[in-house]
């Protein structure tokens, strides 16, 4: 009889997992506010109620390819994918819950079906943008930090987040606001998205940058993607 080897255990630091879920709750927080839009100053130009926090998303990626490698930003990508739908899956389940008992109740149960029926839509939307702009965001990264060996962190982060940002709007508010908005609308909106998502990038760079610092002497750990697979569906191979 022949006897079983060890199975080799893949660790991820407590660290690691305070990221990851980070991450998560600002991707699946940011598709509830998507909705809300909002007009900037005086301009006829309108944002999205999730560029509050939607960036924040992309400075983690940021953090974790830089620090961790692409496999685990990969994996953390696809964690994000799968909560966003389950609480897609879910807000449209409780929509379609029956009236409540009492009159008094039902303006509120209106006004939340109002706002979570749009979740699915949204979400959807997002899915498709998230999984292409993140990917690209961490792609970059990676591969400019091997070409770079690992000088320049702030340029970087810049230029994978530009398009990261770019990949995802362009494929997010022509799904999400389709039919609701003007071409011209929407078009405005992923131009200010994009810029104002930079320039929160560039505005939050120096604490990231200092973040990824300390993650590096925290965990001992610099991680250079010189010799994987860049397949998004690869997401055992950690």
């Not at 997992?17 to 130009?45: E, H, K, Y």
């Not at 899915?127 to 060996?149: D, E, H, P």
Request: aromatic share 12%.
């Amino acid at each position: 009889m022949t006897e079983k080897q060890p199975v080799e255990q893949k660790k991820l630091s407590v660290t690691f997992l305070w990221l990851a879920v980070a991450f998560c709750v600002c991707l699946v927080s940011s598709n509830l506010f998507v909705p809300r839009l909002w007009r900037v100053g005086t301009l006829p130009l309108q944002l999205s109620g999730a560029v509050i926090i939607f960036p924040i998303s992309y400075i983690i990626n940021d953090c974790l390819t830089e620090v961790y490698g692409f496999r685990k930003a990969r994996l953390v990508i696809w964690m994000g994918f799968a909560l966003s739908a389950f609480i897609a899956l879910a807000a449209q389940i409780v929509t379609m819950l029956p009236s409540p008992l009492y009159e008094e109740s039902v303006p509120v149960a209106d006004s939340f079906n109002t706002l979570f029926g749009l979740v699915p839509r949204t979400t959807l939307a997002s899915l498709v943008a998230f999984i292409c702009g993140s990917q690209f965001n961490a792609y970059i990264m990676s591969k400019m930090k091997v070409v770079t060996s690992g000088r320049g962190f702030a340029g970087r982060a810049i230029l994978s987040s530009l398009g990261g940002e770019l990949a995802d709007s362009i494929i997010f508010y022509p799904i999400a606001f389709a039919g609701s908005l003007p071409f011209a609308g929407i078009a405005g909106i992923i131009a200010t998205q994009v810029l104002v998502k930079t320039l929160y990038e560039i505005l939050i760079l120096p604490v990231t940058t200092v973040l990824v610092k300390k993650l590096k002497k925290h965990e001992n750990i610099d991680t250079y993607d010189r010799d994987i697979s860049y397949n998004p569906f690869k997401i055992r191979d950690i």
